[in-house]
């Protein structure tokens, strides 16, 4: 009988991209002492790499997500006549910090396991534990599954390390259709028309952008994309990359824009004081007419506020841009662990593939997450088919800092972006301080 350990998420049931949300409480969770599950069966010590049983590792989906995954495992084990299947479900924050290195170095390791494109599949692959799947996809139990097109974030080297699952937009400019509309105010599509909007909301009493910034990264992920669309994505790959600096004209230029939006009022004054469900429950209730959040928003929306009639807009044209078209977003997938036994690699590709059956990606969808497998589907809320577009469509991608480069410069970043938001600092005096602190 399959063993499941898992831990009922925070905000259990919403989306398998509600995952893709969490990495800013790394440092605080990393030094919590917090004690970390232990894999169902740890008996095996190394041997486990040669065992027969696939053992399986995430932050938690929610419970809907959950039932999918076990459906497939059942799936799995009747397939494969003396296999066993383990999942393992950890609470997100627990998984995306200490948790997922933890299993990785303990007696039994996940054989296949989830995450980000980004720098956090580079680190995975420089500590050896990333398979390479290429000869599973051109002559194997993965080939077909997806296009090739779709593997180009998570090719390294020419090998390619993760089967994409889910792809992300993770902030967009969302908005109250109603509350516009009674306001006279079109969804802003230019800089100006998103001040004056602020403006003419704050006269009718709405706060004109909810966002709840107490750990950092909800307001963090928009006000990186805006400063990326003024500096560039070059330049805001080499600033937080480490090959330049912050502490530049161009950058000052780019953070004064957030002034702009402090001095406006366009956000709540608690806006550094509540966390993000906080402040998505300003918008689904009405008292704010726009949220800057990402794709998961309209499964969460659906649960919370069903008679919410809600669409969004890209973020807003800039004065001054670099790339004009440019979206945020993830991809995040499954890795097959390098140090798993040859046949347990195999089985861990077969069992993907499984994973990303029409029947499965169906049942995915049905549980409120749109795999990159699913093409058309009357279960999919046509915005978030939008959504998927936009991020497919565009030239330019921009990663978030918290998934696309190191922890401690994205929190370090999102801290700074948070100090000018909230009005605390300037935008020349918040960046001297960013590059203080990362030169130290």
């Not at 299993?103 to 534990?129: K, S, T």
């Not at 509350?179 to 105010?185: E, K, M, W």
């Not at 790339?323 to 997938?333: A, F, K, L, R």
Request: aromatic letters at 8%; glycine letters at 8%; proline letters at 4%.
């Amino acid at each position: 009988m399959r063993r499941v350990a898992h831990v009922r998420p925070v905000l259990a049931g919403k989306a398998t991209s509600a995952l893709n949300r969490h990495l800013h409480s790394a440092v605080a969770v990393a030094t919590a002492g917090v004690t970390v599950l232990a894999l169902a069966g740890c008996s095996g010590g190394a041997s486990a790499a040669d065992d027969h049983t696939l053992r399986i590792a995430m932050g938690s989906p929610g419970e809907a997500q959950i039932r999918v995954w076990e459906s497939v495992a059942d799936e799995f084990e009747a397939a494969n006549d003396g296999w066993k299947v383990d999942l393992n479900f950890q609470k997100d924050d627990l998984y995306q910090t200490i948790g997922l290195p933890n299993l990785l170095n303990g007696r039994n390791a996940p054989d296949l396991y989830f995450e980000w494109a980004g720098n956090r599949l580079l680190e995975r692959d420089a500590d050896g534990f990333a398979a390479d799947l290429t000869p599973f996809i051109e002559d194997g139990p993965l080939t077909g599954v997806l296009d090739e097109s779709q593997y180009g974030a998570v090719t390294v080297d020419g090998r390619v390390l993760m089967l994409p699952h889910i792809a992300d937009v993770t902030n967009v400019l969302w908005y109250n259709t109603e509350i516009l509309d009674t306001a006279g105010i079109e969804p802003p599509t230019t800089w100006d028309e998103l001040l004056d909007a602020c403006d003419a909301l704050n006269e009718e009493g709405f706060i004109p952008i909810a966002s709840g910034n107490k750990d950092l990264w909800a307001a963090g992920n928009w006000l990186a994309h805006l400063v990326s669309r003024v500096v560039g994505h070059e330049a805001y790959d080499q600033a937080l990359s480490g090959e330049a600096d912050f502490d530049t004209p161009e950058w000052q230029k780019a953070f004064g824009y957030v002034e702009d939006l402090a001095e406006h009022k366009c956000v709540n004054d608690s806006v550094n004081a509540i966390d993000d469900n906080e402040g998505a429950q300003l918008f689904f209730q009405g008292k704010a007419a726009m949220h800057a959040i990402g794709s998961w928003l309209v499964s969460w929306a659906i649960d919370e506020a069903p008679d919410l009639d809600f669409d969004f807009e890209n973020l807003p044209a800039m004065p001054s841009e670099a790339d004009p078209d440019s979206v945020i977003g993830v991809v995040t997938g499954y890795i097959v662990n390098a140090k798993s036994g040859d046949q347990k690699q195999e089985k861990a590709a077969e069992f993907l593939a499984l994973l990303s059956s029409a029947e499965n990606t169906q049942a995915f969808i049905d549980a409120e997450a749109v795999p990159v497998t699913a093409t058309t589907s009357d279960s999919i809320d046509e915005r978030t088919v939008r959504l998927n577009s936009l991020l497919s469509e565009s030239e330019v991608v921009i990663s978030p800092p918290d998934t696309g480069y190191e922890l401690d410069v994205a929190d370090a970043f999102y801290r700074s972006l948070s100090e000018v938001l909230g009005g605390r600092t300037t935008a020349a005096d918040a960046l001297t301080q960013l590059q203080d602190t990362l030169t130290k």
